[in-house]
């Protein structure tokens, strides 16, 4: 009988491959063969803590780099069960006890199973650019109540291993939204009046924050103006009387296209910033174009041109005005120089650019001469507004709380985003090959592999890179 490789003991070959091993590499395997089980499984868990804070350890992050914020998002993965290797079914929602026994309660006691959708994901990042996914959990529509309280039991667990979160930053979503406002009794002008700033549950001393995306902020910026038209029906953006319209933006932009000798067009301007698909839409960086200095160069020539030629003296002004508020977010948030005081010019431009919206709202609201709904027309969206008073007031608590305990060394707002995050999923859905989405059971062992690759460190002469 003829022997199959099945049969072949796999002792010397393991032994083969551990003899190959650096004593580098065998000393992190060392490591980490007892801390891996526990991130492959969703929830929260002391031990990947642990292993978080060993992490930090010998990756020498300071005591300052132990500071930082919380950050949250969800990936889509497949619809599917499985069965792993001590045959627990994965596949299906898991967001803890407490979740469990809630339904319980809903449904008199009968259990009722659901297929997990998405994968609700949590990681801390730190002001010296420490990054750790410590928490997952696959879901189907993730409510805000459950959003809650997972965020401040890592609020709490993380503080316990010496890991000092200030605020938490995600994107505009309606379920995130809710759940930042139940801080403030679901009252906007509340969360305003507090710059959407609570005290520390576990914390009493220092204060946390809530800040929402700046890159997805700047990005609904630019939808909510490509919406405004004179006829619009979504939008018709209007202050002091004046128009701000996406068509200035496109007029501003074929006309320098066609007509200009040297466009200013050939440095970043292009037809796909115009030509909006549900996919670019979704590109930051095209939102972040639109309003950048080529942008509003190309809106100045277009209206001195009309000046000339049409004898209009500045029809464009506000659209330019909102172009001007858009760019110097979008300036702050990209710059990687640390805010180092509440003094900093950033932060003052940060207040004069609010402002300048919230002057808007309070003029658009004011108006005798209009409907409700062409008033609600007139502004941005309310969503927006909120998530605009977010980005700017929480980031502006976020930095006097760190400027506060490290005077002179604030944090850079360049790294105050979901950027970190976002390449972890990338990342993730790049290691299953051609499946973009992943089941449950490969996330787990995606999120230990991105780890275990982050934590490594490559030495090579006078060159180090992580």
Request: glycine share 6%.
């Amino acid at each position: 009988m003829k022997r199959t490789t099945g049969d072949i003991s796999q002792g010397p070959v393991k032994k083969k491959r551990w003899d190959c091993l650096s004593e580098q590499e065998k000393r992190l395997l060392r490591c980490n063969k007892n801390k891996v089980n526990k991130i492959k499984k969703p929830g929260l868990h002391c031990d990947v803590i642990k292993w978080m804070d060993e992490e930090a350890q010998r990756q020498g992050v300071t005591e300052r780099g132990r500071h930082g914020f919380i950050v949250f998002d969800e990936i889509k993965i497949q619809e599917r069960l499985q069965l792993r290797s001590d045959f627990e079914i994965v596949g299906l929602v898991d967001l803890g006890e407490f979740y469990q026994s809630m339904r319980s309660l809903q449904t008199g006691g009968v259990p009722k199973a659901e297929m997990a959708t998405h994968v609700f994901q949590l990681a801390f990042q730190g002001c010296e650019g420490f990054f750790f996914p410590f928490a997952w959990f696959p879901i189907t529509d993730i409510q805000p109540i459950n959003i809650f309280l997972h965020h401040w039991d890592s609020v709490f667990y993380l503080t316990e291993h010496r890991f000092f979160p200030h605020a938490c930053l995600c994107e505009g979503s309606q379920a995130n939204r809710d759940f930042i406002m139940g801080h403030f009794k679901f009252s906007p002008e509340y969360a305003i009046m507090n710059k959407f700033t609570v005290d520390n549950m576990y914390d009493s001393s220092s204060k946390y924050s809530f800040i929402m995306d700046p890159p997805r902020t700047i990005e609904k910026l630019r939808n909510n103006l490509e919406k405004s038209s004179l006829r619009g029906t979504d939008r018709s953006l209007k202050f002091n009387g004046k128009h701000i319209l996406w068509s200035h933006l496109k007029e501003a932009y074929l006309h320098d296209k066609t007509n200009a000798r040297a466009p200013v067009t050939s440095c970043k301007i292009g037809d796909s910033h115009f030509q909006l698909t549900p996919a670019t839409r979704m590109r930051n960086h095209l939102a972040a174009d639109i309003f950048s200095d080529d942008m509003l160069e190309l809106l100045y020539n277009y209206q001195e041109f009309k000046r000339d030629q049409k004898g209009d003296d500045d029809s464009m002004g506000l659209t330019r005005e909102y172009l001007f508020a858009a760019n110097l977010f979008v300036k702050i948030f990209a710059d990687t120089k640390p805010i180092r005081t509440m003094e900093d010019q950033r932060i003052m431009e940060l207040d004069a650019m609010l402002h300048w919206f919230l002057d808007w709202r309070e003029d658009v609201m004011g108006s005798e001469n209009q409907t409700p709904k062409e008033r609600n027309k007139a502004y941005i969206s309310d969503k927006l507004h909120l998530d605009l008073c977010s980005m700017a007031l929480g980031y502006k608590s976020y930095v006097h709380t760190i400027t506060t305990q490290f005077p002179g060394r604030g944090p850079v707002s360049a790294s105050t985003n979901l950027v970190a995050l976002e390449n972890m999923f990338g990342c993730i859905r790049a290691s299953d090959g051609s499946n973009a989405n992943p089941t449950v059971l490969q996330y787990g062992s995606s999120v230990n592999g991105y780890i275990r690759c982050c934590s490594l460190k490559i030495r090579n002469e006078n060159a180090s890179r992580k």
